[in-house]
């Protein structure tokens, strides 16, 4: 994904399976649907349309996730709540932070092919997150990529 979304705390690392949702810009209804659906090792990618100006995720978003075994967030828009977000040890991955909160009178989709950071992201897709941003892997290409990662790997005990 391109280089806007960022770890929202030092040392944030996350890698699941992409659940994809696509939200009008600072609308919350299919954030809130995806948390409810969403379940263990999955990611919830959000495609919010870069929109900077409400938050779509939360301290409390980020308790109720970890409840249900969700991994970690990325959102191509803000979030806030980040010092508490930080002490949940929640991976959040997103644009921007900002404590204006967000509208609740229009759905977007969950399930469906999104764009987030610039990048096509299919439901299932593995999406992996750390200090350096995020990238996703198409379903379909990971057993390959994860074939050819110990050429790259460094030498046990290197
Ligand atoms: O408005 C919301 O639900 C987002 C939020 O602040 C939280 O999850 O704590
Ligand atoms: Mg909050």
Redesign the pocket.
């Known amino acids: 994904m391109d280089a806007r979304i960022r770890p929202m705390w030092p040392g944030a690392r996350v890698s699941g399976r992409a659940f994809t949702v696509r939200t009008p810009p600072g609308q919350?209804p299919s954030v809130k649907e995806a948390l409810e659906i969403a379940g263990p090792g999955d990611v919830i990618v959000i495609d919010g349309a870069g929109f900077l100006e409400r938050?779509l995720?939360?301290?409390?978003?980020?308790l109720r996730a970890q409840e249900r075994g969700i991994v970690g967030i990325v959102v191509d828009g803000a979030v806030?709540?980040v010092a508490l977000i930080e002490e949940l040890g929640f991976p959040v991955f997103a644009v921007a932070s900002i404590p204006t909160?967000?509208q609740t009178d229009l759905a977007g989709e969950v399930g469906t092919v999104i764009e987030c950071g610039g990048r096509r992201v299919e439901p299932g897709d593995l999406v992996v997150g750390d200090a350096d941003g995020v990238v996703v892997v198409p379903a379909a290409a990971v057993d390959d990529v994860l074939g050819r990662l110990p050429r790259v790997a460094p030498p046990a005990g290197g």
Do not use: E, M, N
């Open positions: 919350h938050a995720w939360g301290d409390r978003l980020s806030r709540d909160a967000p």
